[in-house]
C-alpha cells in the first residue's frame, strides 16, 4: 500500500502549485506562522519557492530552517473527503549560482510574472528538502510516509528542449490535451514542464499537470507518450503501481 500512497501523495504535489507553508515564527516565539506560497517541484522532486528577503518567513528560515507545507486538492467541495499532505522539511536557500541559474530557467516557466519582481526585488529561491510526509487521501486513507519525492529523469537542457519542441511546433497536439483533460480553454496552454510520469501545461495563470497512461524513462518514451496522446480520443488511466 506504502507504494500506491507514496506515489498518490507525489501526484498531489504535482498537481497543485500552492500550498500553506509554516515556519517557527521569529517575533511570537513559540507560534507557527504560515503564509501562502507558490512552488514547483525541482529536479529531485522538493518544491521550489521564490520568497522575499523582508518576507516573515524568510526572517523566520533563517532562524530555524524547520518548517512544513501543507497542500490539498484545490476547489474541493468538501476538504476532509479529498487528498492533502503535510510535508515536514528543512527550507535551505540557493546560493550556488549554477543551482539558481538551473532554478530560475525552471521557475520562470511556471511562473513567468516571478522574473519581473525577482529582477526588480530582493527575491531568492528556497528549496524545502523533505523530511516525512503526512498524507491524507480521504477518509480513513492516512498515512506516514518517508519516500515520496521522484527525481525528474529530464530536468534540464532534455526537458527544456523537449518542452520548447512541443510549445514551437505541436501547438495543435496540446490544445488536444487540453480538450481530452476537460481543462478550460480560454486561452492557449503552454507546456511548461514534463517529468517521468506526466507533464505540466499552464493556461493564463493556473498550472495543470497530466499523468502519462505509463512511466516514461527515456526521451523517447516520452516523444512516444504525447504522440499517443495527440491521437488518444480520451485520457488514458495510468497504470497502479505495484504496493
Not at 6 to 17: F, H, N, T, V
Not at 141 to 170: C, K, R, Y
Not at 176 to 203: C, F, K, N, W
Request: net charge negative; glycine share 6%.
Amino acid at each position: 500500500m506504502s507504494g500506491k500512497a507514496s506515489r498518490s501523495a507525489r501526484e498531489l504535489l504535482l498537481r497543485e502549485y500552492r500550498g500553506v507553508l509554516s515556519t517557527h515564527s521569529k517575533s511570537m516565539p513559540g507560534f507557527p506562522f504560515g503564509s501562502v506560497v507558490p512552488y514547483c517541484l525541482d529536479e529531485q522532486g522538493r518544491p521550489l519557492i521564490l520568497i522575499s528577503r523582508i518576507a516573515q518567513h524568510t526572517h523566520n528560515l533563517l532562524q530555524d530552517p524547520k518548517c512544513s507545507l501543507l497542500v490539498g486538492e484545490r476547489e474541493a467541495a468538501n476538504v476532509q473527503a479529498v487528498g492533502r499532505i503535510t510535508m515536514m522539511a528543512e527550507g535551505h536557500k540557493l546560493t550556488d549560482p549554477a543551482a539558481i541559474e538551473a532554478a530560475a530557467q525552471r521557475y520562470y516557466r511556471y511562473f513567468p510574472e516571478s522574473q519581473n519582481y525577482h529582477s526588480a526585488h530582493d527575491f531568492d529561491f528556497w528549496l524545502l528538502t523533505p523530511v516525512r510526509y503526512r498524507y491524507i487521501g480521504g477518509f480513513g486513507a492516512i498515512h506516514w510516509l518517508d519516500e515520496v519525492a521522484l527525481a525528474n529523469p529530464f530536468a534540464g537542457a532534455s526537458e527544456t528542449g523537449m518542452v520548447e519542441h512541443m510549445n514551437q511546433d505541436h501547438a495543435q497536439a496540446i490544445a488536444h490535451y487540453v480538450q481530452l483533460a476537460g481543462l478550460p480553454q480560454t486561452e492557449p496552454a503552454q507546456m511548461v514542464g514534463l517529468d517521468s510520469e506526466g507533464m505540466h501545461l499552464r493556461i493564463g495563470q493556473a498550472l495543470y499537470w497530466l499523468p502519462f497512461a505509463q512511466v516514461c524513462n527515456t526521451p523517447t518514451q516520452v516523444r512516444e507518450a504525447l504522440v499517443y496522446l495527440a491521437r488518444a480520443p480520451e485520457w488514458p488511466v495510468p497504470e497502479s503501481p505495484v504496493a
